[in-house]
T-cell receptor, first 112, second 115 residues
Framework: GNSVTQMEGPVTLSEEAFLTINCTYTATGYPSLFWYVQYPGEGLQLLLKATKADDKGSNKGFEATYRKETTSFHLEKGSVQVSDSAVYFCALSDGGYSTLTFGKGTMLLVSP | DADVTQTPRNRITKTGKRIMLECSQTKGHDRMYWYRQDPGLGLRLIYYSFDVKDINKGEISDGYSVSRQAQAKFSLSLESAIPNQTALYFC??????????????FGEGSRLTVL
C-alpha cells in the first residue's frame, strides 16, 4: 500500500535560517505529491503540489521537487520567518478514486 | 464565511454518550471526508464519500458511522463515545473532475473530549 514518511519534529530554527523537511514515499504507479500546512488552531491548507516526476512545486517561498529516482519530495525554504511556525504534512494521491495518504506531520518552530 | 463549516467546534462529553459532528460545504464538491488528528499520528481517514449514494470506510472506521444527507452535508456519529476517541476531527472536501489532482479543502476542526 501507499505510505509517506517524514522527519520527526519539532524542527526548531531561528528566523532567516534555511529549512529542509524530508519526505519520502512508497506508492504504486505515479502519484501526485503534496505539502499541506496547519497553522495553530486551523485546519490544513495546501501549500504546494507536484503531479509528475521532476516537477517543482512552489508557494510563499517554499519549494519541493518531485524526485522519482529517490521517491522523495523534500520541502525547503531559504529563509524562514516566525509566521512559518506550523505543522507541515507531506501527502500523496494516486488520483482517480484513491484518497490522500498523509505523513505524520512535522512541527516547525521559528524563534525571532 | 468558511467554505467548509464544522459544528460544533468544541465538545466535551461523557463515556457512552452519542455524539454527532456535522459538516457542510459551499464548494459544490462531490467528495467529502472525515479525518481524525492525534499527536504523533498525523491524520487518519475515518470515512469518505464520493457522492451522495456512496459511503466508504477508511482506515479507522470502527466505533464511527456517517451519513451523507445531501451533496453539501456529511455528518459523523459516535454511537457510544469512549475516551480514546478524544481527538481533533476534520472534515474535508475535494473535486476530481477533469484534470484536478485531488486537493483537499479542510474545515477548521472539531475538538472532541470524551471523559
Amino acid at each position: 500500500g501507499n505510505s509517506v514518511t517524514q522527519m520527526e519534529g519539532p524542527v526548531t530554527l531561528s528566523e532567516e535560517a534555511f529549512l529542509t523537511i524530508n519526505c519520502t514515499y512508497t506508492a504504486t504507479g505515479y502519484p501526485s505529491l503534496f505539502w499541506y500546512v496547519q497553522y495553530p488552531g486551523e485546519g490544513l491548507q495546501l501549500l504546494l503540489k507536484a503531479t509528475k516526476a521532476d516537477d517543482k512545486g512552489s508557494n510563499k517561498g517554499f519549494e519541493a521537487t518531485y524526485r522519482k529516482e529517490t521517491t522523495s519530495f523534500h520541502l525547503e525554504k531559504g529563509s524562514v520567518q516566525v509566521s512559518d511556525s506550523a505543522v507541515y504534512f507531506c501527502a500523496l494521491s494516486d488520483g482517480g478514486y484513491s484518497t490522500l495518504t498523509f505523513g505524520k506531520g512535522t512541527m516547525l518552530l521559528v524563534s525571532p | 464565511d468558511a467554505d467548509v463549516t464544522q459544528t460544533p467546534r468544541n465538545r466535551i462529553t461523557k463515556t457512552g454518550k452519542r455524539i454527532m459532528l456535522e459538516c457542510s460545504q459551499t464548494k459544490g464538491h462531490d467528495r467529502m471526508y472525515w479525518y481524525r488528528q492525534d499527536p504523533g499520528l498525523g491524520l487518519r481517514l475515518i470515512y469518505y464519500s464520493f457522492d451522495v449514494k456512496d459511503i466508504n470506510k477508511g482506515e479507522i472506521s470502527d466505533g464511527y458511522s456517517v451519513s451523507r444527507q445531501a451533496q453539501a452535508k456529511f455528518s459523523l456519529s459516535l454511537e457510544s463515545a469512549i475516551p480514546n476517541q478524544t481527538a481533533l476531527y476534520f472534515c474535508a472536501t475535494s473535486d476530481l473532475k477533469g484534470q484536478s489532482t485531488g486537493e483537499l479543502f479542510f474545515g477548521e476542526g472539531s475538538r472532541l473530549t470524551v471523559l
